[in-house]
């Protein structure tokens, strides 16, 4: 991965400034959920983005707010990324039932119909296809809608990958696959599972536009999503992204990280991408350390009363073990 390099800013102070903003309740909010899962405050698996916040900053910029988001179960940053209040999204991890999924999905099932984020998923590459058949949909009933399917470089070897690539690319798809790659599958390197490292080459065999992106760089990755984005409203398929990130903390919080070097890590907190953006902000005089400092305190505030909002809210009844479960008398015309 390419060292950010001097360059001539290609946004607006306001877009710097929500940058700032969203990168730092990203990544304040996580390191929360760090300390809660410590302490026992909520169950279940957790996988944290820290690191990776430049890449749904870009995303957000470079898309509308009607176009579709899909991931898989390193997902608490993208309803926040979209506007999901914290209060909501902190209360289903705590499985409360003013949580995002009524308390039912827990950290890696985070939806928000509202704000067309189509979850969450836990299966590993589960989400691939189903971000194909949402392009798939929109196309139908010739809505302008783009859909971003996020995975990660583990997911990336699953075959329900190769089956989705050829039907998007046949049916020409409005659809951006995003392959998070953090160097990572859980705790297995890139380099020890294919020979193949550049993983935008994923792509040539179906003839998929392809590129490798600079994922520390929100500037690259919006312009990258834009370009995939502006392909597939003009019919001309889909868009296979290898935006290159890292996370600084483990898979998830069992992670003991025994599979890396200090100086591998340090190399990339070097690149943070939300120091980047903060010293954007003080280099070119948009902001001064003390009004920083208030978004900080601002944002800080705001994982406070949420952690306090779900901890007072209530657990789910007995009575919810029923509803939102479908079955055959929901869809009559279905037949066994």
Known sequence: MAKKKEMKLPHSEKVYKKWFKDMYLMRKFEEKCGQLYIQQKFGGFCHLYIGQEAVLSGMQEALKPTDRVITAYRDHAHPLVLGTDPKVVMAELYGKVTGSSKGKGGSMHMFDKERNLFGGHGIVGGQIGLGAGIAFADKYRNEDHVTICFMGDGASRQGILHETFNMSMNWKLPVIFVIENNQYAMGTSVKRTTNVHDLSKMGDSYEMPSETVDGMSPEDVCAAIKRAADRGRKGEGPTLLN??????????????????????????????????????????????EAQLKAVEKKVKKTIEEAVKFAEESPEPQAHELYEDVYTQEDYPYVKD
């Open 243 to 288: 935006i290159e990130t890292y996370r600084y903390k483990g898979h998830s919080m069992s992670d003991p990280q025994k599979y890396r070097t200090k100086d591998e890590v340090k190399t990339f907190q070097d690149l943070d991408p939300v120091t980047y953006v903060r010293n954007i902000l003080l280099d070119e005089k948009w902001m001064t």
